[in-house]
């Protein structure tokens, strides 16, 4: 199994290297060079495994020959040993009229679905590491790798609780100060391991991602820090939410549902989880239809109703009760952009190959983009598109207002959403319709949970309690959450400047965090 970026300029790369590089030198993103074959009989083979053992066999089809079958098994174990569900990803009904259901992806340690590929990104980073300095040679210094990373909140604490204390592993975080929640920052800023360094930074998401990106297109920083990546733009983040799509649709298979094609609704901020959804169905998943619900930051659904990928006319990130989705553009489209151009766009007069035809087509795109503000597909790329997508929007006011109505239910069915699901449950509602009419039994709609309801406690108390309920917060908080906004906090606030990045990572990677650091 090898692995090429999306612009061209790296090709060959073993699944190793592209874990440890992030992002590729050229800017673009990695992706299999080809796709691997499941096993013929994976409906039935495959049907009554756990979670960690589908996550093995689904895994190891994209590791190659850098690890063995048992070594992946032994990350996987212990990756999700910390999850407080041994099904990890649970399948719970939302409504039974339209069989409609959640899969929770928040029973990790930082109650996020980031967690499901943060948990085993870092002890992948941890054996990598390890091996190389077993085969090091005398006096040769250690291996050592400086994950920089950029967070709209849930991205942060899960990579910083996968990191956490990993020996020759330095972790960066950056975030948007004051646009995550009070729950989201204390869980990155209440880790003082001294291998943990938090920076508030003085913009949005996109500040803090671009800064994240202009630092690893800095050959000789890159190298000097050994940078590696954490974001979804790390292939091994894309690769680990594999598994849960494929647990979905075996959870509908061990319900009763005969040969299920289930409608995956997923609140797309960053494209990563929705992209995994492609990923799965592209593999041989059975799959209704993939469905992008986006909170007002809605790049992805304008680009899906005029085929124009566009920032907002504004030219800013709209502040929203659904913060981990307030993103201007979305990292992880590019990856699907390779396929749209490779299927739809390359011509048959190209030079070269169809691939690397449509590497360059998408540096070029990325260049419109960047000079620009956006670029368009062609209306056969478009089509292509709507073929595999679905898409639909949520306000504020609807978040709010589906939050409420499944919070109000009878004691029976009554389900507390986070606002990021709200999004996604209020556009399947949305697209019932259209669901509706893909026809049969074995049409389920499974809307993906991003997060645990305590983390965004103002979005969902507002939801609830200004309709004339009476929630206690404190009835919903998973213990580990419990007086962690009392707990000591560590993190160095900094200017929209990625040299001022730069001198934090350079004075802090090696000698643990530095006096200019505020602890409260």
């Known amino acids: 199994m090898k692995y090429r970026s ?30 691997p074959s499941l096993p013929a009989d994976w409906q039935t083979a495959w049907a009554q495994l756990s979670f960690p053992q589908l996550a093995t066999e689904i895994i190891s089809l994209f590791v190659g020959d850098d690890m063995t079958h048992a070594q992946v098994e032994k990350l996987v174990s212990k990756s999700y040993s910390s999850f407080d569900t041994a099904q990890v990803t649970p399948l719970v009904d939302l409504d039974k009229a339209t069989s409609t259901h959640i ?11 980031k967690d499901v590929a943060l948990q085993f990104l870092g002890n992948l980073f941890e054996f990598f590491l390890e091996r190389r300095n077993a085969q090091r040679a005398d006096g040769e210094a250690a291996h050592r790798i400086t994950v920089v990373g950029a967070t709209s909140g849930d991205t942060g604490s899960a990579a910083i609780y996968g990191l956490r204390g990993k020996k020759n592993v330095s972790v960066f975080i950056l975030h948007p100060k004051g646009r995550v929640s009070p729950i989201q920052e204390a869980q990155m800023t209440t880790v003082l391991d001294d291998n943990v360094h938090n920076v508030a930074l003085a913009g949005t998401f996109d500040d803090c991602q671009d800064i994240v990106k202009e630092l690893f297109g800095r050959p000789a920083f890159k190298k000097d820090h050994a940078l590696g990546a954490i974001n979804s733009i790390n ?4 690769l680990a939410q594999i598994t849960y799509y494929f647990y979905a649709y075996f959870s509908l298979v061990r319900l009763g549902v005969t040969h299920p094609k289930p409608v995956f609704v997923v609140p797309s901020g960053n494209f990563g989880d929705i992209l ?4 799965a169905q592209s593999l041989g998943l059975p799959v209704g239809k993939l469905a992008i619900a986006t909170n007002g930051n809605d790049i ?12 907002n006319s504004d030219g800013g990130v709209l502040a929203t009760p659904s913060p981990a989705m307030d993103i201007l553009v979305s990292s992880n489209f590019e990856r699907f952009l390779w396929y749209l151009a490779c299927n739809n766009e390359v011509s048959e007069d190209a030079q070269g190959s169809p691939e690397q035809a449509a590497c360059e087509i998408v540096r070029g795109w990325m260049d419109q983009l960047k000079v620009d503000g956006s670029f368009a597909v062609s209306d056969k790329a478009l089509q292509a598109a709507r073929q595999i997508f679905w898409s639909g929007r949520c306000s504020d006011e609807e978040t709010y207002a589906t939050i409420e109505k499944y919070y109000a239910k009878d004691s029976g069915s009554s389900y507390l959403l986070d606002p990021h699901t709200a999004v996604g449950v209020y556009v399947a509602e949305t697209l019932r319709a259209d669901i509706e009419n893909l026809g049969g039994d074995s049409v389920h709609t499974i809307c993906l949970s991003t997060a645990h309801p305590a983390k965004f406690s103002e979005a969902v108390l507002k939801a609830v309690n200004e309709k004339g309920h009476h929630l206690d917060f404190q009835s919903i908080l998973p213990p ?3 007086g962690l906004l009392e707990k000591p906090k560590r993190c160095v606030d900094c200017e929209n400047s990625v040299d001022a990045v730069a001198k934090i990572i350079v004075d802090q990677a090696r000698v643990g965090f530095s006096s200019n650091a505020t602890v409260e």
């Open 300 to 311: 992805l659904d304008r680009f899906l109703r005029s085929g124009k990928y566009e920032k």
């Open 480 to 482: 580990p959450l419990v």
């Open 103 to 113: 899969l929770e992806l928040f029973h990790g340690p930082t109650f996020a679905f």
């Open 235 to 238: 292939w091994a983040r894309i």
């Open 276 to 279: 995994t959804g492609y990923y």
């Open 6 to 35: 999306t612009r061209g300029k790296a090709s060959g790369q073993s699944f190793e290297s592209v874990v440890l590089e992030g992002l590729a030198a050229d800017g673009g993103l990695y992706i299999p060079e080809h796709l």
